[in-house]
């Protein structure tokens, strides 16, 4: 019976480690979304974050060099998004999707030479505890202190944008940039600051998967990820507690097919692979069902652009 129990704990543990990239993510996102911009560049700027963070820990050695590189990373490639849509007031939409093409090729011709090269071993908290107490050890200990940011992170951005002045300010520009500008609010300038925020989440959602998950760097590693973060931020009608239980059942459904790969079932690999997104697909249409409660909870002026006439 331990052993039953010893192993649902270790399950458990490879779901939350699963989720960790997709919480990071889709947290960025959602500050980036609840001031009215739309990001589409989420896989983008995760790849470029994975290339960035492994690269730097291989050539330097050292492990915080390469974390606040992949997040810098993420802020260069999030800030090029914004001055295009900002400053130069280009679609949203058109812009996210060139800067995740532009992500995946750049991230190739920086990796092509680190192919193959094994990570690092990145440290972890109470490794011992971990296999010593049975079920909640594998959950509670033996992990990286982006793991445990990870799960903090929610519970920090709901209180940031409940209980906080900045945070309030980010709401107003995303529900109504014309009515906070004339309160004296910097629209500009609060954007800017969430898209920098959201690339800077971004990039080390994909330096926890080059470094920590898979410490390795594997061509188009982020396997979509991005593209499910930004279906959490819809999935968890932009609620960042949601989005923890969101990414929980998501990591569940990839540890599921890769078990069922495991124990060699008669289903295409390739429907296993393409759970996660199916699930991703479903999600959306029953969500969209309710169209109410997503026009409620959608910021107003999400991917419209705003210009002040000086």
């Given at each position: 019976m331990s052993f039953d129990i010893s192993f649902i704990g270790v399950v458990i543990a490879s779901i939350m480690a699963s989720s960790v990239p997709l919480i990071l993510a889709a947290s960025g996102e959602l500050i980036t979304e609840r001031s009215g911009v739309l990001n589409l560049g989420v896989e983008g700027m995760m790849i470029i974050g994975a290339i960035s963070g492994f690269a730097l820990m291989i050539v330097t050695g050292n492990l915080f060099i390469a974390i606040i590189g992949s997040m810098f990373a993420g802020?260069?490639?999030?800030?090029?998004?914004?001055?295009?849509?900002?400053?130069l007031l280009t679609n949203h939409v058109a812009t996210g999707l060139a800067l995740t093409i532009f992500g995946i090729g750049m991230s190739a011709m920086l990796g092509k030479n680190f192919v193959g090269i094994p990570g690092k071993e990145f440290p972890v908290f109470f490794d011992n505890l971990s296999e010593s107490i049975p079920f909640f050890g594998p959950i509670l200990f033996g992990h990286s202190i982006v793991?445990?940011?990870?799960?903090?992170?929610?519970?920090?951005?709901?209180?940031?944008?409940?209980?906080?002045?900045?945070?309030?300010?980010?709401?107003?520009?995303?529900?109504?940039?014309?009515?906070?500008?004339?309160?004296?609010?910097?629209?500009?300038?609060?954007?800017?600051?969430?898209?920098?925020?959201?690339?800077?989440?971004?990039?080390?959602?994909?330096?926890?998967?080059?470094?920590?998950?898979?410490?390795?760097?594997?061509?188009?590693?982020?396997?979509?990820?991005?593209?499910?973060?930004?279906?959490?931020?819809?999935?968890?009608?932009?609620?960042?507690?949601?989005?923890?239980?969101?990414?929980?059942?998501?990591?569940?459904?990839?540890?599921?097919?890769?078990?069922?790969?495991?124990?060699?079932?008669?289903?295409?690999?390739?429907?296993?692979?393409?759970?996660?997104?199916?699930?991703?697909?479903?999600?959306?249409?029953?969500?969209?069902?309710?169209?109410?409660?997503?026009?409620?909870?959608?910021?107003?002026?999400?991917?419209?652009?705003?210009?002040?006439?000086?």
């Amino acid at each position: 019976m331990s052993f039953d129990i010893s192993f649902i704990g270790v399950v458990i543990a490879s779901i939350m480690a699963s989720s960790v990239p997709l919480i990071l993510a889709a947290s960025g996102e959602l500050i980036t979304e609840r001031s009215g911009v739309l990001n589409l560049g989420v896989e983008g700027m995760m790849i470029i974050g994975a290339i960035s963070g492994f690269a730097l820990m291989i050539v330097t050695g050292n492990l915080f060099i390469a974390i606040i590189g992949s997040m810098f990373a993420g802020v260069i490639i999030s800030t090029i998004f914004g001055f295009l849509t900002q400053t130069l007031l280009t679609n949203h939409v058109a812009t996210g999707l060139a800067l995740t093409i532009f992500g995946i090729g750049m991230s190739a011709m920086l990796g092509k030479n680190f192919v193959g090269i094994p990570g690092k071993e990145f440290p972890v908290f109470f490794d011992n505890l971990s296999e010593s107490i049975p079920f909640f050890g594998p959950i509670l200990f033996g992990h990286s202190i982006v793991f445990y940011f990870a799960f903090i992170l929610p519970f920090l951005t709901n209180y940031f944008l409940k209980k906080t002045k900045i945070g309030l300010m980010v709401r107003a520009v995303g529900d109504s940039p014309d009515s906070a500008s004339n309160q004296g609010i910097n629209v500009n300038l609060v954007r800017y600051l969430c898209i920098l925020y959201g690339g800077a989440m971004c990039g080390l959602a994909g330096a926890y998967l080059s470094m920590i998950y898979t410490p390795q760097w594997i061509e188009n590693m982020t396997g979509g990820r991005g593209w499910i973060a930004l279906a959490l931020v819809v999935f968890s009608t932009w609620n960042p507690i949601k989005i923890l239980i969101g990414a929980m059942i998501f990591g569940g459904i990839t540890i599921l097919q890769l078990h069922m790969q495991a124990l060699g079932l008669r289903i295409p690999v390739q429907f296993l692979s393409a759970l996660p997104y199916i699930m991703t697909i479903i999600v959306l249409v029953v969500i969209s069902r309710d169209s109410r409660k997503i026009k409620l909870s959608t910021p107003s002026s999400l991917g419209k652009s705003f210009y002040k006439e000086k």
